[in-house]
């Protein structure tokens, strides 16, 4: 199969020096491309800025904004079978990037946002993709109603929940503990793991789901 994989942040201008981004690592999604590379599969690693080398055999695209993240799944989705969005793209961007770096001033600045392209969102609605679609839900409360919300709101077979309000999981940690979320309601808890166990169980899941 050709798995699609999202990984990483993204990182949306303010000026030429400055950006807004996040703590992702990048560990769990270049540990799901190479868990699914090493059982067979051809992937595609759509990639934020990481600090982790290409799995050997990953075709890696590399964007830097949501808006690249975009244009690069929407170029490569067709011809996968599976798409699994783990990359903590920004929600929102700056409404302007200033072509010249930003003066300090003595008064208070204040950052207009918009909102960014939700990428999962669009997998079937704008994509059209009708392979098997996973996306990972990051939540500080209520991790089980607020995946399967988005699990139903998004069109995803499979909705993978952690809790990154917790100490040595999740964002930027090399271990993850997460509750796979399913259409219908049933849930599947999975024990606290190094991300690259846990990505070996998650993509035999996959695999066999698909
Ligand atoms: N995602 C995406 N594009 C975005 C935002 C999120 O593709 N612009 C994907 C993430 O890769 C993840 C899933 O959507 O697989 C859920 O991301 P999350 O940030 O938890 O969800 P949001 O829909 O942004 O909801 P909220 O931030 O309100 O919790």
Not at 8 to 35: Q, W
Not at 110 to 129: K, Q, W, Y
Request: net charge neutral; glycine share 10%.
């Amino acid at each position: 199969m050709h798995f699609l994989i999202t990984a990483g942040p993204t990182r949306e201008p303010l000026d030429p020096v400055r950006f807004l981004s996040n703590r992702s690592s990048g560990r769990m999604g270049y540990a799901l491309a190479e868990a699914a590379l090493a059982a067979g599969h051809a992937v595609t690693l759509v990639s934020g800025p990481v600090a982790l080398p290409v799995p050997a055999g990953a075709n890696r695209v590399r964007i830097e904004t949501a808006r690249e993240m975009f244009e690069a799944v929407r170029d490569a989705i067709g011809g996968c079978d599976v798409a699994i969005f783990c990359a903590a793209v920004a929600d929102y961007r700056p409404v302007a990037t200033a072509e010249h770096k930003l003066k300090k001033s003595g008064d208070r600045l204040v950052l207009e946002l918009e909102p960014t392209e939700d990428i999962l969102g669009s997998a079937r609605s704008v994509f059209g993709f009708r392979g098997y679609l996973v996306g990972f839900a990051a939540e500080t409360e209520r991790l089980v109603e607020h995946a399967q919300g988005k699990l139903m709101r998004k069109g995803c077979d499979l909705m993978i929940a952690n809790d990154v309000a917790r100490p040595g999981i999740g964002f930027d940690s090399d271990e993850n503990e997460v509750i796979l979320c399913l259409p219908g309601g049933s849930t599947r808890a999975l024990p606290r793991q190094s991300k690259k166990d846990l990505a070996r169980e998650l993509v035999a899941f996959i695999a066999s789901a698909a």
